[in-house]
Every structure is written in C-alpha cells, then in structure tokens.
C-alpha cells in the first residue's frame, strides 16, 4: 500500500521522507494556503524532494477552459506532478482531453461509487474517495473503499483507489484492509501510526530490569 502524505508542508514532508515510508504526496489548496509564499516555487521544491514520487497538485481555475490550460502549466512545474480535479460533470471532456493527452491525473471530491466507475473508465491515474468528510454526513466511506475495489478489480481497470480526508489511525487500518491502493495521511497522524502504549511500557519495563544487572557495557 502506498502512503502519501496529506500536506503541503516542506519540513513535514522532509522528515517524513526519512523515515522510508513515504510514497507522495496530495496537496491541495487549503494545505497551500497554510504555507504562503510563492506556491509555484513551493511546489517545484516539495517536487524535487520527492521525485520521483507523485506530488498531487490541484487545479485552482473554475472555468473548463480555463482549467485545461492551468493543468497542463501545473503538469509542466516538475515531472512528477498529478494533477487534481475534482469530479464535476462539467469537467469529464476536460478529464477525458487531459487523459488522452498523457496528464497523470487525481479525481478529487469523489463520494460515490458510481463516480469512482465513471472515472476508472477514463483511466485516470488515482480517484480520490473522501472518507471523514463522507462520516461527517453519516455515510459510510469505508464500504465506498470496498465497492470501489470491487469494481476496479472486476473490470481490470488501473486506476489506483487513493483515500482521502482520514481523520485517525483506525481510518488508515479500515482502508488498508478494504483494499485502497494508497492512503493520504495527515501529518499528525502519520506521526502517530507507529504508537503504542504497550510498546512504551514493554520498553520501560525491559529497561528497568536491565538496569539491574548494573553492566556498563554490553556486548
Ligand atoms: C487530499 O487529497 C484531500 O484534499 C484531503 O485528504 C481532504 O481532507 P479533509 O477532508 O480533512 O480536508
């Protein structure tokens, strides 16, 4: 399972970077919004830091001609740049355009099924299911993980299931096991998935009782 990191925070994504478990990134205009600056040179950095990992960058432009024109300059910033666009009916031409022309591309604001099927048919790189934001209405975006894999697997289609908008390290368990292909993890909580209070205890405890022997070095 792929892992990417849910931010566009260089620091954050340098350290996790060290840690060997890091496969990209999504951002999006919120997490940019957080870092200021100059997004465009932002983007290039993070791009090259990663590379040759993918780096999720979301289209800002309404208008579909308008995005069109944007994807392809924001496809141009580095080579391992997806580009996000949010899955708008007005917007499958543009998808369909953009595929066919060779831009790896991540389907954002994806909430059904029937949305996930439409754009694994025009082989889109990664679609993007929001799960917490599925719960905050009282649907349940683990079973869309589960439909999505499903169909993706029934009809042999490439796209790769990408979950999004996790909110614990349940969310990161739930998706793995109902077989999404990646999971975009926020900061805080891709530092908290190796925590454990039994492994703390268990390793204040084997501590504790080493100390006793009193050696000073070993071997
Ligand atoms: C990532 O691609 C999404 O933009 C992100 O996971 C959304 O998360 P949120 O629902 O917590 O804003």
Redo the contacts with the bound molecule.
């Keep these: 399972m792929k892992f990417f990191l ?1 931010t566009a925070n260089y620091k954050a994504l340098a350290e996790a970077k060290e840690t060997g478990l890091l496969d990209g990134v ?1 951002t ?1 205009p ?2 940019l919004s957080k870092e200021g600056g100059n997004v465009s040179e932002l983007i290039k950095k993070i791009a090259s830091l990663l590379s040759p990992c993918d780096v ?1 960058v ?1 289209i800002t432009e309404k208008d579909p001609c308008a995005i069109y024109t944007q994807a392809h300059e924001i496809a141009a910033l580095a080579p391992n740049i997806v580009v ?1 666009v949010p899955c708008f009916p007005e917007y499958l031409p543009l998808i369909n355009k953009l595929v066919h022309e060779g831009v790896p591309l ?1 389907i ?1 604001l994806l909430f059904s099924a029937v949305q996930g099927l439409c754009m694994a048919k025009l082989q889109v790189k990664y679609i ?1 299911p ?1 799960i ?2 599925l719960e905050d209405i009282d649907s349940d975006g683990i079973e869309l993980i589960h439909d999505l894999r499903q169909i993706v697997d029934i009809y042999a289609y490439e796209t790769q299931i ?1 979950a ?4 614990s390290t349940l969310h990161v368990h739930e998706v793995a096991l109902a077989g999404a292909h990646c999971a ?1 993890i ?1 900061v805080n909580i891709f530092q908290k998935m190796l925590d454990h209070p039994l492994t703390t205890k268990g390793m204040s405890l084997f501590d504790h009782d080493w100390q006793t022997l009193g050696i000073k070095k070993f071997p």
């Design positions: 849910d999504t999006n919120t997490h999720s979301e996000k991540n954002t993007s929001f917490g934001r990408l999004a908008s996790l909110r975009t926020p």
